[in-house]
C-alpha cells in the first residue's frame, strides 16, 4: 500500500459526459501527478501540482483539467469524453516538486475508466 | 520530436542478471527514469539519473550516458519476483515534458 488513495476504482460511462477522479496524495507529500495508460497511446505524464499551484503539464488535452485543494487532494476532471479516453488514470504523489520523474513518487492503485 | 526506444520482451533466468536499454532522442534532455510494473498494477519509482554514470540501489542499478543518448537498469540476482513490465522516461528541461519508452517485459523462469 502506497498511501496514496484514487477513488473511484472504475468508472463506466458514455461518450460525451464528464467524470472527476480524486486522488489523496500520501501524508505529507505536496506533489500530485496525473497519468494516464492506455493500450494505443501507453503510459503518459498529464500534470503536476505543487502546493496547489500548477508546476508542470504534460500530454494533457483541452478537455481535460485538474486542480489541486487546500488539504493537498486532487481531482482530474475529464468532460466531452470519447472513446478513446478509456485507460487506467493513475496518481502519484511525491514529497517535493521536482519534477515527474526526478523524485519518488508513490503510486495510487489508479482509476479505470470505459467509456462506451 | 522525442523518441524512446527500448526492447519489447526480454527473458532471463531466476539468479541471472538482466540489463534492458534504453535509447532516447529529445530536445533539452534533463534526466533518465526507470519505473517497473508488475500486471495489473501500478508503477512504481525505481531510479532517476541525471548525470553520466552508474547508481546502484540494492539489486538494480541505474547507467546513464549522456553522450550516447543511451541509459540501462542492470537488475542482478533475478527473482520471479522481477517478472514485470519496465519502463524507462525522459525528463526535458524545466520538467515540463516527460515521456514514457514503450516497456519492456522481463519473464523470468526458474
Known amino acids: 500500500d502506497s498511501g496514496v488513495t484514487q477513488t473511484p476504482k472504475h468508472l463506466i460511462t458514455a461518450t460525451g459526459q464528464r467524470v472527476t477522479l480524486r486522488c489523496s496524495p500520501r501524508?505529507?507529500?505536496?506533489?500530485v501527478y496525473w497519468y494516464q495508460q492506455s493500450l494505443d497511446q501507453g503510459l503518459q505524464f498529464l500534470i503536476q501540482?505543487?502546493?496547489?499551484?500548477?508546476?508542470a503539464k504534460g500530454n494533457i488535452l483541452e478537455r481535460f483539467s485538474a486542480q489541486q485543494f487546500p488539504d493537498l487532494h486532487s481531482e482530474l476532471n475529464l468532460s466531452s469524453l470519447e472513446l478513446g479516453d478509456s485507460a487506467l488514470y493513475f496518481c502519484a504523489s511525491s514529497v517535493v516538486g521536482g519534477g515527474a520523474g526526478t523524485d519518488t513518487q508513490y503510486f495510487g492503485p489508479g482509476t479505470r475508466l470505459t467509456v462506451l | 520530436g522525442q523518441s524512446l526506444e527500448q526492447p519489447s520482451e526480454v527473458t532471463a533466468v531466476e539468479g541471472a542478471i538482466v540489463q534492458i536499454n534504453c535509447t532516447y532522442q529529445t530536445s533539452g534532455f534533463y534526466g533518465l527514469s526507470w519505473y517497473q510494473q508488475h500486471d495489473g498494477g501500478a508503477p512504481t519509482f525505481l531510479s532517476y539519473n541525471a548525470l553520466d554514470g552508474l547508481e546502484e540501489t540494492g539489486r538494480f542499478s541505474s547507467f546513464l550516458s549522456r553522450s550516447d543518448s543511451y541509459g540501462y537498469l542492470l537488475l542482478q540476482e533475478l527473482q520471479m519476483k522481477d517478472s514485470a513490465s519496465y519502463f524507462c522516461a525522459v525528463v526535458s528541461y524545466n520538467f515540463n515534458k516527460f515521456y514514457f519508452g514503450s516497456g519492456t517485459k522481463l519473464n523470468v523462469k526458474p
Open positions: 501524508s505529507g507529500d505536496l506533489s
Open positions: 501540482y505543487y502546493n496547489g499551484e500548477e508546476r
